[in-house]
C-alpha cells in the first residue's frame, strides 16, 4: 500500500523562483517541486497539499508561524504515515525548534525541508532534502520533528529539530550540535548514527511525550559573547525585553572583569529591572573558570542543549505566562545532550 504523506507548503526559496536577479515567491514551485520528485521516483506516495501560509522565511511572524503550527497539528496520524514542511532557510533553525516544543506529541514524523537555491538552479538542494524526507517517513520508524538538509555534494542529513544549529554564514549550510546528525539518507536508506549522545531507535519510535503550548514571546534579546563587548550600551530603562539570552564563549565564560564589559554588573542591572537572564548553554560536565564564579544568583544556567534550543525554550515559556527558566530543566525531544 502506497504511503500517504501530507505536505504543507510555506513559500521560502523552495517555493521560489530567480527573475532578473531577484528571488521571490513562485506560485509553479510547489507543483514543480512534486514533478521533479515524481520524475526521480516515480508514483510510489501518494501527497495531499496544503499551504496555510506563503512567505519568504525571514519575514515570519507570529501569525504565520501558528498558522503552520494549527496545520501540522489538524494532520490526523490515522489517515497519514508523516507530514513534510516546506520552509525557508533564513528562521528553518528557530522555527524547527518552536516546532519541536510544540508538535513533537502529534504521533506521526514531521520532517521540514528547504532549498539554499530555487528548484531550477542546478546548485539547489530542495529535491535531495525531500527525497531524504519522504525516505525517512517511510523507512526510519521514527515519530517527532526532523530537519532533512543536504550540504554541498554530501547526503543528506537528517537532524533532530531540537538540535539544530545556526546555519553557517556566507554557505548556508546546517549542522547538529557536538557535529552529530541523526541519520544520513543515501541510495534510498536510512543510516542511523551510532552514538551515546543520541536516542535510540527505540526511544525515537515513541515520539515525544508531551508538547509545549504554542503561544510564543518575541520580548527576548540574544545576546553573543565576543571580545570588547560593552554591556553599559544597553539601556532597558525606556523599553526592557522579558528575559535576556546570553550565548557565552565555547569555555562557558564571558568577561566578567571591569566595568562596562562586565556581565556581573550587567546580570546585576538586569535583575533590578525585572529582566529574566539566561546563559544558554552551559557544559554541565566542564570546569568552571575563575571568571564564571560568583554569578548573580539570578542568573540562570541552561544545561546541555545549544543555544538555539534554549533561546526557543525561553520564548515559549514567556508565551506561557511562565518563568524564562520554566522548561530549561525539561527534555521535551531529545534536546538535552546526554552527558553520561
Known amino acids: 500500500m502506497k504511503k ?11 517555493g521560489s523562483a530567480a527573475r532578473d536577479g531577484k528571488v521571490d515567491l513562485d506560485g509553479n514551485a510547489n507543483r514543480r517541486l512534486l514533478e521533479m520528485y515524481r520524475a526521480e521516483r516515480g508514483e510510489d506516495v501518494t501527497f495531499d497539499c496544503d499551504e496555510p501560509v506563503s512567505m519568504l522565511s525571514e519575514n ?6 501558528h498558522a503552520i503550527y494549527a496545520a501540522v497539528k489538524a494532520v490526523d496520524p490515522k489517515v497519514y504515515d508523516g507530514v513534510i514542511v516546506t520552509h525557508g532557510t533564513d528562521s528553518l533553525c528557530i522555527n524547527a525548534h518552536y516546532f519541536s516544543l510544540t508538535l513533537c506529541n502529534l504521533g506521526l514524523p514531521i520532517v521540514l ?10 546548485r539547489q538542494n530542495g529535491l535531495k532534502n525531500f527525497i531524504a524526507a519522504v525516505d525517512f517517513i517511510e523507512k526510519g520508524g ?9 550540504n554541498g555534494n554530501s547526503p543528506a542529513e537528517i537532524h533532530l529539530a531540537g538540535r539544530l544549529m545556526f546555519c553557517d554564514q556566507i554557505t548556508g549550510w546546517y549542522r547538529s550540535v557536538l557535529g552529530e546528525s541523526l541519520a544520513t539518507v543515501e541510495g534510498g536508506e536510512v543510516i542511523y548514527r ?7 531507535r527505540e526511544e525515537l519510535a515513541l515520539g515525544g511525550k508531551f508538547a509545549v503550548a504554542p503561544d510564543i514571546c518575541r520580548d527576548v534579546m540574544l545576546i553573543t559573547a565576543r571580545s570588547l563587548l560593552n554591556f ?15 550565548e557565552p564563549y565555547h569555555s562557558d565564560t564571558v568577561c566578567t572583569a571591569g566595568r562596562n564589559l562586565n556581565f556581573k554588573k550587567f546580570a546585576e542591572y538586569c535583575r533590578e529591572r525585572g529582566v529574566e537572564v539566561v546563559i544558554a548553554s552551559v557544559d554541565s560536565r566542564a570546569n568552571v573558570y575563575a571568571s564564571a564564579v560568583g554569578l548573580p544568583q539570578s542568573v540562570i544556567c ?4 545549544c543555544t ?13 505566562g511562565l518563568s524564562a527558566g520554566a522548561y530549561l530543566n525539561d527534555d521535551i525531544f531529545f534536546e538535552k545532550l546526554r552527558r553520561d
Open 194 to 200: 551510532e552514538s551515546p549522545s543520541l536516542p535510540t
Open 302 to 305: 541552561a544545561f546541555d542543549e
Open 232 to 246: 553599559s550600551l544597553y539601556d532597558f530603562d525606556r523599553r526592557a525585553p522579558r528575559a535576556v539570552v546570553l
Open 142 to 150: 521514527a515519530r517527532g520533528v526532523f530537519v532533512a538538509f543536504a
Open 60 to 65: 515570519v511572524h507570529e501569525e504565520q508561524l
Open 113 to 122: 525541508v528547504s532549498s539554499l537555491y530555487p528548484l531550477e538552479d542546478r
Open 308 to 320: 538555539e534550543s534554549a533561546l526557543t525554550k525561553v520564548m515559549c515559556a514567556l508565551g506561557a
Open 4 to 14: 500517504a504523506i501530507k505536505v504543507i507548503f510555506t513559500g521560502g526559496t523552495i
